[in-house]
């Protein structure tokens, strides 16, 4: 049974950092794209940053380019996405998934393209 938690959400002022993990259980991490979703009320889910384990490949929106970076360590089956530089935008739950292992050398952006999914955790960014 594969099993994805995230941790590291939290309450941050505008212009800090945080760092989020997604621990994976229940699958073998190269095999698979992984990525960071968010999500806010009402909205839909959107892409947020991904990388292909097998090759390192990444991919981010461009919302938040230059200030996340996100990095994976298959030995661990952790997932980390560091966000610096904080905007109010930026304040949403954050899910972290797992793609169908038809992705697993490149970084899907659509939401359907990725079969598991984590409880998400929450970023808050005060103004």
């Known amino acids: 049974q594969v099993q994805l938690v995230e941790s590291g959400g939290g309450l941050v002022q505008e212009g800090e950092s945080l760092k989020l993990s997604c621990a994976a259980s229940?699958?073998?991490?190269?095999?698979?794209?992984m990525g960071w979703f968010r999500q806010t009320p009402g909205s839909e889910r959107e892409f947020v940053a991904g990388?292909?384990?097998?090759?390192?490949?990444?991919a981010f929106a461009n919302s938040v380019k230059g200030r996340f970076t996100i990095s994976a360590d298959s030995a661990q089956n952790t997932m980390i996405l560091q966000m610096n530089n904080l905007k109010p935008e930026d304040a949403a739950v954050y899910y972290c998934?797992?793609?169908?292992?038809?992705?697993?050398?490149?970084?899907?952006?659509?939401?359907?393209?990725?079969?598991?999914w984590g409880q998400g955790t929450q970023v808050t960014v005060s103004s």
């Open positions: 990388i292909s384990v097998s090759n390192s490949v990444t």
């Open positions: 998934a797992a793609s169908s292992p038809t992705y697993a050398y490149i970084v899907p952006r659509a939401s359907t393209n990725y079969d598991h």
């Open positions: 229940g699958l073998t991490f190269s095999e698979h794209a």
